[in-house]
Every structure is written in structure tokens, then in C-alpha cells.
């Protein structure tokens, strides 16, 4: 922050002393003068004429970070030196410059508030901004609107169960989870979004972490809402299914806890995903189990349609 009071003797000074540089304050004086926005400012504050000419400078360059903000469509094409931020001028009583977002910024983060009730969240950025009732635009592929439908109805019943989500890579399967669990947290609910491969990956690195594996399987087990995003793309060992992922799943199966998976695996072929261990070596009856909790947790829906991601 600037205040006004500082060095006024020197700048009055110099500018007494030097006619082209006094002539140029009064031109600067003048142009700041006339604009709609000083005149509002001195109208809001009970501002004299007489410190907008000393201070004419700072108006002006107030006025410019203004202007650039005049007809921007968007965050995206933000002209400021901080996107999103604004420097105003304020009088209180003193002349001070104050950064605030603008509107883009303002509704952009009451568009992300509800972050703060994903207890985990793996989802890529742009997906905190998915919102369902986009997804069921007339204009959606009528099999992605299908599945969007029957996400829609699951969501308005009293059923506890979740989806298991299949279908081939990038035909929105996550996209569609994201938006599912953008709702509940806009609704207050706490819920966590789950990259099953990158978490598997984290609990490995972790081993000299108990404190930290603790913690988030303790989250796992008690979220109200959890997404296992991409579960079956994981490697697989029998200490990540049988201790990490199996007693996740069945604390909320017998909890009751609402829990949601999108997959590029059918339930067979993720069955079969678990049957082999990191040796090769066939456990079907382990694979059986993690499956019937998978199974008692979620309904299958299958998510066809076109690759998203090269349209």
C-alpha cells in the first residue's frame, strides 16, 4: 500500500522548478480530471480537486490498470500483471492502492468454494469445475446423455449404492465422477476423489511413513463419498489387494458408505486383473473377495460413446 502524505514537500519542489515538468502535471492534471471514474471517486470520498492534482500520477495510474480490464471476456485473456486482481484506489482518509479480484475472479472462486470439501482430490483442475447439468446438455452424444441420466436418477434416490463406471478409455467416465462428487460437496458433503493408481504408487514410497498411511486409509474407510478413479490400472501385489485396498472396501461395504469406481475394466476382467499377483502367481479366491465387495458397493454402467479426448 502507498499513502499520500509521503515526500509531498520534494515532489512540490521539483515540479516548481522545472516548467516542462510542471507543465506536464498540469496536462496529466487536466486528462485525469475529466475522466467519469476520478469524478466518481471524488464524489464517493468527498474528494478534493486540490489532491487529485498532486496526486494526478497515481490516478492516472490507476486509470490504466482500469483500461485494461475494459472489454476482457475472461480470466483468460487477463491483462494484469496478478490475473484476476484489480488495483483500486480508496480514500480512508488517506490515499491507499488496495489489490481485489475482479468479477471473473470473484465468481471463479465461488465456482471452486466446495474444494474445501474434498478431503481428497486427485481429479485433474479443470474437473473441479465440472458441473452435471453441462454434461446433460441436448447437444451431448445421446449414450454419454443415457449414462448422465441414469447418474442423475442414482443421485436423487435413497440409494446408498454407488456406480461402477466402464467403458473405454476417454469416453468420460471420470469426467462424469467429478461432476458427481462437484455436486454432494457443493451440497456441503465431504467426499474425496480417489486416483487408485497414484494412490497405490503413494503407499509404496511410503513405507517409512506409517503415521501417513494411516491417516489416509483412515479417511478412505470413513469419507462419506469416495471415488476410486481408474481402479485396474494399478499394478498389483498382494499386499496392495489384500491389505491396502480389500480392507478399504469392505469397512464401507459393511458401513454402508456410498462409493463409486470408473474403470476401462469390466468387473470380469477386473476379477481377473486381481486374481494374478506381482509373481504371476494365481490367487482367485483373494480376487473373489475384493470382487464381492466391488460388487456389493456398486452397480456396473457401462459408458460408451467417442474418445473425448480426441474430439
Known amino acids: 500500500m502507498r499513502w499520500e502524505g509521503r515526500s509531498m514537500e520534494k515532489i512540490e519542489f521539483a515540479r516548481n522548478n522545472d516548467p516542462k515538468l510542471l507543465a506536464l502535471h498540469r496536462e496529466l492534471e487536466e486528462r485525469v480530471l475529466q475522466d467519469k471514474r476520478v469524478q466518481v471517486f471524488m464524489k464517493t470520498y468527498d474528494y478534493p480537486e486540490k489532491n487529485v492534482r498532486i496526486f494526478a500520477q497515481r490516478f492516472s495510474d490507476w486509470l490504466d490498470g482500469l483500461n485494461l480490464c475494459v472489454g476482457c471476456p475472461g480470466l483468460h485473456a487477463c491483462k494484469q500483471k496478478t490475473t484476476g486482481s484489480v488495483m483500486e484506489l480508496v480514500a480512508q482518509p488517506l490515499l491507499m492502492n488496495i489489490v481485489t479480484p475482479c468479477a471473473y475472479k470473484r465468481a471463479d472462486d465461488e465456482g471452486k468454494r466446495h474444494q474445501s470439501n474434498y478431503l481428497i482430490n486427485d481429479a485433474a483442475p479443470e474437473m ?110 498382494s499386499w496392495i489387494r489384500d491389505e491396502i485396498l480389500f480392507p478399504i472396501l469392505n469397512f464401507r461395504m459393511e458401513s454402508k458408505k456410498t462409493t463409486w469406481f470408473t474403470s476401462n475394466e469390466s468387473m470380469e476382467s477386473l476379477k481377473n486383473h486381481y486374481m494374478y499377483n506381482q509373481r504371476a502367481e494365481k490367487e482367485e479366491m483373494k480376487a473373489v473377495r475384493i470382487m464381492e465387495r466391488i460388487e456389493t458397493l456398486a452397480k456396473p454402467l457401462f459408458l460408451g460413446g467417442k474418445n473425448r479426448r480426441r474430439m
Open 128 to 237: 473441479i469445475l465440472t458441473d452435471l447439468v453441462k454434461l446433460a446438455s441436448p447437444n451431448e452424444d445421446p449414450v454419454y446423455l443415457k449414462a448422465v441420466k441414469a447418474v442423475l436418477d442414482k443421485m436423487k434416490s435413497d440409494d446408498k449404492t454407488g456406480y461402477f463406471l466402464y467403458g473405454n478409455p476417454g469416453v468420460g467416465k471420470t469426467y462424469l465422477a467429478a461432476a458427481m462428487t462437484n455436486h454432494f460437496a457443493k451440497e456441503g458433503k465431504k467426499v474425496a476423489f480417489l486416483h487408485v493408481p497414484t494412490f497405490t504408487q503413494k503407499i509404496k514410497n511410503s513405507l517409512d511413513d506409517p503415521d501417513y498411511i494411516d491417516t489416509i486409509l483412515a479417511t478412505l474407510r470413513n469419507v462419506p463419498l469416495l471415488v476410486m478413479d481408474d481402479i485396474g490400472a494399478e499394478s498389483v501385489t
